[in-house]
């Protein structure tokens, strides 16, 4: 029962039922995800300010880098060149 509900929390949110179990055990975020990535099992939890603030030196970074960026559904995306097909409300100043 417990395997079964692993592949289910495993499919929709990246983590097994012992990744729930540690990650409140320890108050961190724990997911295997993370090991399989070769990354720390458990990291820091990230506040919501923190994680915005992260996307935003993220996205300026980006923007930076490449210079011509657009709003797309998963978030932004950015071009070293100007899309010619992207409409001009799309673009993130």
Known sequence: MVA????????HKDKTVPDYVASWAY???CSVM????????CKDIETAEQKA???RA????AQAAYGH?????GGVTCYKDPDPFASSYAKVN
Do not use: K, N
């Open 34 to 41: 993370y090991a399989a990535y070769e990354e720390s099992y």
């Open 58 to 61: 993220e996205a300026e970074a």
């Open 4 to 11: 079964g509900a692993s592949l289910v929390t495993l499919a």
């Open 27 to 29: 108050d961190q975020d």
């Open 69 to 73: 960026c657009y709003r797309t559904l």
């Open 53 to 55: 603030d992260r996307e």
